[in-house]
Each structure stands twice: as structure tokens, then as C-alpha cells.
């Protein structure tokens, strides 16, 4: 059987928003210590704060309405600095990510710094909505982790500390499976619940979908509740097991071609006895589970140029321009894995 690959922590997005020159500072600080917690060793930390730091400025100079995105990478092995924003855009991405390209009047300055210390750089701009950026760092000996098409962002509602929504992605067996989950409520006690969740599922992941949902329905008995969605992917296929308000989306590059919500009840509290969906795949497939605290309107008539975006860049896109700020919002989005060759 294979290893199972180690996750990251369980901890909210570390949101940065870019409305200040100040908060250039915030964001490399930021970077640097999930990069140490991320156990990134040597220079790493500083490097990720130097990602941070050029991208938050060129929001700061040239953009609106922007945000970093800092956290462990989604399957662990390394972090990830997502930066996004509403525009104006990036006119000539190519140029921008060149070696030596430096500007001080456009929107993209400082891209070729953050290409050159990144593992992985994946970049999406539109003059008419925007740009996403994610930069990857992997540990060293672990390319792979970050190059995998997985993308997470797990944000809490506007003015709270805790976050009641949580997420993880676990790789076993050759399947890829994901959580989400919706605390019943808002602050300390609904983190609390989406908090034992992930831990229960965690130490059931390699059941069947009905049987990891029984697991964290006991574990949860105690708690308020949460709605609850798994996902399990594999080559050609996907399985959906939801309970309360988790939305699945399956996304080809030219439509939105699956949309599934979970039955009616609580995981912890009244749960029916859990059904799976079965949903085809292929290759140019990508999945999102998403709460209630994504507007849902985002998957009826997405604009072309989200269907055809890689995991990171969606999770960042749908997130920065869906989230419902007076709750918490949490969106993964995944390819199944490779085949073993």
C-alpha cells in the first residue's frame, strides 16, 4: 500500500490584505513564519518572505482590491504564496517573468525575482478582472509536492479570529480524498467541531466514504455539528459523500458539467445513512468542494477563463472573487492523481 504523504497543518488561510503600504511588511513576516513552521531550512524563510514581499508591493503600486494567500501547500512537503487582486491586469505575462525585466510603472515588476525562487509559478491575469499568482516552495528533495493540482483556501468570516470551516487532501492507496467542513455557527465552537472532524478523518482515511462519514459523526456528538463533504478521486472517476451544505463541482475547460449538494442533515448530530455519487473524469477534469460561504453563483455561469484555470489558481480565483465575508468560506479544488507508471 503506499504511504500515506504527511499533511499540512490544520490552520486557516493566512490572509494579507494589500490596502496599505505597510502591509508589504505584514506579508513577508507572514511568509517567513509559516515557512518555519513549514520546516523550510536555511535561507528558505527568507525567501519566502522576499515572494511575499514582491508580490504584495507590486498590488501596493499598481492594483486594487488585493489580498495574499500564505499557508502550507494543501498535501504538505513544502508553502505556498498566493497573491490576487481585481486589476488592471498584467498586459505581457511573458515579458514580466523574464530574467533581469524590471519596471516600476507596470503592473508585473518583480515577477522574474519571484520566478527565480520559486519551485513552482503559475499566473493568471486579465485586464478586465484581474490577476492570480501562486508561487510554490517545495523542501528540498520534494519538487513533486510542488507541482501537485491541488488548490485550498479556508478563510474565516470578516472580523473573527476563529475559523469554522476547515479542509484537508490526503493522498493513499492511489486516491486522492478531501474534506471539507462547515461548523454549525460561527467562532470558537464551530472551529472546535470542524477541528475534530479533520482529526477523525484523518484516522479513517483509508475507509470508504460512508464509513470515514460514521467515524466523524461519533467523533462529533459532543460538538455542534458540522456539514460535511469527501471527495475521492482516481483516475476516471470521482466519489461524493455529503451531509448539510457542501457543493461539489466538476469543471471540464468547457463546462460546468457535475454540481451535487449533500443530504439533508448534521454529521454529529441527525445524520441519514450516507450515499455516495459516482461522477466520470477525465484527464482535463478538475473537482471543487466549496461551503456555503462561496456564493454559489460561481459555478452556474463562470466565465470561460476560470473553467480552464490549474487547482491553485481556482481555489485563489473562486475565494478572492466569491467569498461571502460574513462567513467563514472554504474551497478546495483537485485533479486525481497520476497513475503509477
Not at 140 to 163: K, N
Not at 173 to 182: E, K, P, Q
Not at 244 to 272: C, F, I, K, Y
Not at 276 to 301: E, F, K, N, Q
Amino acid at each position: 500500500m503506499a504511504a500515506l504523504m504527511v499533511p499540512a497543518p490544520v490552520a486557516p488561510t493566512r490572509q494579507v490584505r494589500i490596502d496599505h503600504y505597510s502591509a508589504v511588511h505584514v506579508a513577508a513576516e507572514t511568509a517567513r513564519a509559516v515557512a518555519r513552521e513549514c520546516a523550510l531550512p536555511g535561507a528558505m524563510p527568507d525567501q519566502a518572505a522576499v515572494v511575499a514581499s514582491e508580490l504584495a508591493s507590486n498590488i501596493d503600486k499598481h492594483a486594487r482590491d488585493g489580498v495574499l494567500y500564505v499557508q502550507p501547500l494543501p498535501l504538505g512537503g513544502g508553502l505556498e504564496v498566493v497573491a490576487a487582486d481585481r486589476g488592471p491586469g498584467i498586459a505581457e505575462v511573458a515579458r514580466c517573468l523574464a530574467d533581469g525585466y524590471t519596471t516600476t510603472g507596470t503592473l508585473g515588476a518583480g515577477l522574474g525575482a519571484v520566478g527565480r525562487i520559486a519551485t513552482e509559478l503559475a499566473i493568471t491575469s486579465r485586464t478586465d478582472t484581474g490577476t492570480v499568482v501562486c508561487a510554490r516552495l517545495a523542501l528540498p528533495g520534494r519538487r513533486e509536492a510542488a507541482r501537485q493540482p491541488v488548490g485550498l483556501v479556508c478563510l474565516p468570516a470578516a472580523g473573527e479570529e476563529d475559523c469554522g470551516d476547515a479542509a484537508a487532501v490526503l493522498d493513499l492507496g492511489g486516491a486522492r480524498t478531501a474534506l471539507v467542513v462547515d461548523g454549525l455557527g460561527h467562532g470558537r465552537e464551530a472551529a472546535e467541531a470542524a477541528q475534530a472532524a479533520v482529526r477523525s478523518f484523518r484516522g479513517a482515511a483509508e475507509g470508504t466514504l460512508p464509513e470515514i462519514m460514521a467515524v466523524m459523526h461519533r467523533a462529533l456528538r459532543h460538538s455542534r455539528g458540522a456539514a460535511v463533504a469527501l471527495l475521492r478521486l482516481r483516475a476516471g472517476e470521482a466519489e461524493y459523500c455529503g451531509i448539510g451544505n457542501v457543493r461539489m463541482v466538476a469543471l471540464s475547460p468547457d463546462e460546468v458539467h457535475h454540481r451535487l449538494t449533500g443530504q439533508p442533515g448534521v454529521v454529529g448530530w441527525r445524520m441519514p445513512a450516507p450515499r455516495t455519487h459516482r461522477v466520470p473524469l477525465t484527464a482535463s477534469t478538475t473537482t471543487a468542494l466549496h461551503t456555503d460561504g462561496i456564493d454559489l453563483r460561481w459555478a452556474h455561469t463562470p466565465p470561460a477563463h476560470l473553467l480552464r484555470l490549474p487547482a491553485p489558481l481556482l481555489a485563489a480565483t473562486v475565494a478572492h472573487g466569491y467569498h461571502r465575508t460574513r462567513d467563514d468560506a472554504t474551497v478546495v479544488a483537485a485533479r486525481a492523481p497520476d497513475e503509477p507508471s
